[in-house]
């Protein structure tokens, strides 16, 4: 889940402005223009560049990251924008992928059912997209409906990733593995909480900046309805990189300077406990990797695997407090303690047919029990009218939890010692029982 709505190279930010960053390709050039908008781009444009000179020149002061080639920038209209988004999305996911993770998102309970992921995707960052750094072109380009004394401190984020980009290649992360999303989410956070720092600095030094860009903003009516309407796990997880990230980059900065924020793009964090949980980080406590089993031919004839992933502390977090919200012991406490973990999509031939797969890893076998407590409880809200059809609690090192539901198949949840196995939407006639096994042998 992390990876699916952290979107793979596509963020946004909203701080003092909207922001993002994406690994666009190249753009396609404009169809022509009359002669006065031709006048008017010009000017915007050069504007651009004169203020690109001088921001970056701040910039590179601030962060402490020498200059070492110019950056190219230019302005763009939100059609330009949205079209770079769209084949950005296009580019880093398949059409299949989009729809698995949208399956992901409604069986897990985190969107409604006539959710339509990829489009909501495309208007929400069309809405909120201000600029954004092109590694491939090592340009950025600004939103050219703000005012470009608003945009500087946007221009400030955006070169912290050019710099970024000159001393540490971000071209390395364009590709990243699939089924690697949480330790993905977490590099992203220290890139976004590293920009975010330089760009408060930047606000720092230039208050009127960050001043005109609010007026900016605020005259804009329309700028957050997308986002004001978005499910909340998917707008937390796009928000965590900037919100979490910040939080991270700020403590490693407490414990040396811009130097310690720079040394860890070569000392990367592993997963979004050390980004949740910094001390982690510094104690080099590593996610603990698992592997779980291909259950399609368990569940019956044309049944297959269509997504694989890790949802890390955050996303279990995020499954959790969609349904525990104010509960004690609280989400976050259940997903801390988390070690490791893995989850499967699986799709039937028959619409509708959709069973997901969990097994996690927990540092003790406490933490263990608080979150598969926790899961049970979640379970029981997210399924109205399911019945519980096995119930094994106590002390001992197996517990186990199985219901019924009326129209998404049945659940099992079963913690062995440090490890809990997690069923949904297990179809009639397949033994949950055996899958459960299966998954924690």
Request: glycine share 6%; net charge neutral.
């Amino acid at each position: 889940m992390s990876k699916k709505i952290n979107l793979r190279a596509v963020t946004f930010v909203l701080a003092l402005a909207s922001v993002a960053t994406s690994a666009a390709p190249h753009l396609k050039a404009q169809q022509p223009q009359q002669s006065g908008q031709t006048n008017a781009a010009a000017s915007r444009n050069a504007a651009v560049v004169a203020a690109t000179d001088e921001v970056l020149r701040e910039t590179s002061q601030l962060r402490e990251l020498k200059v070492l080639r110019p950056v190219k920038s230019g302005a763009q209209s939100r059609a330009e924008i949205e079209r770079m988004i769209m084949r950005n999305l296009d580019e880093e996911s398949s059409p299949a992928e989009m729809r698995a993770s949208e399956l992901a998102l409604k069986k897990l309970g985190l969107v409604p059912a006539d959710f339509r992921y990829r489009s909501f995707i495309i208007n929400l960052l069309t809405e909120q997209v201000a600029g954004y750094y092109d590694p491939k072109q090592g340009q950025f380009y600004l939103a050219d409906w703000i005012d470009l004394e608003g945009q500087k401190p946007v221009i400030a984020h955006e070169l912290t990733h050019a710099l970024q980009d000159q001393h540490f290649n971000l071209r390395r992360f364009e590709r990243w593995p699939k089924g690697d999303g949480d330790r993905e989410l977490a590099i992203h956070a220290l890139i976004e909480g590293d920009a975010m720092m330089a760009m408060y600095a930047y606000v720092r030094r230039n208050p009127m900046s960050a001043i005109a860009l609010a007026r900016a903003m605020d005259a804009d009516v329309s700028n957050s309805q997308q986002l004001d309407r978005a499910p909340r796990a998917l707008r937390e997880s796009l928000m965590f990189p900037y919100e979490r990230g910040l939080a991270f980059a700020e403590q490693l900065f407490r414990r040396g300077g811009w130097a310690r924020v720079s040394q860890a793009f070569a000392d990367l964090p592993q997963s979004t406990e050390q980004i949740l949980h910094v001390e982690k980080y510094f104690a080099r406590e590593m996610p603990v990797k698992i592997e779980m089993p291909d259950l399609s031919s368990r569940l019956g004839r044309n049944w297959k695997r269509t997504d694989a992933d890790a949802n890390g502390e955050w996303g279990l977090y995020l499954i959790l407090d969609e349904y525990l919200k104010n509960d004690e012991p609280s989400a976050q406490r259940a997903a801390a303690g988390w070690g490791g973990d893995r989850y499967a999509l699986y799709e039937g031939a028959r619409e509708g047919e959709v069973v997901i797969a969990q097994l996690t890893a927990w540092d003790t076998a406490a933490d263990a029990r608080e979150f598969f407590d926790a899961y049970a409880r979640r379970t029981e809200r997210r399924y109205a009218g399911a019945t519980e059809i096995e119930n094994m609690l106590g002390d001992g090192d197996l517990n186990v939890i199985a219901w019924r539901t009326t129209s998404e198949g049945a659940v099992r949840i079963e913690r062995r010692g440090t490890r809990v196995a997690i069923l949904e939407g297990v179809p009639e006639g397949v033994n949950a029982k055996r899958l459960a096994a299966s998954v924690l042998r």
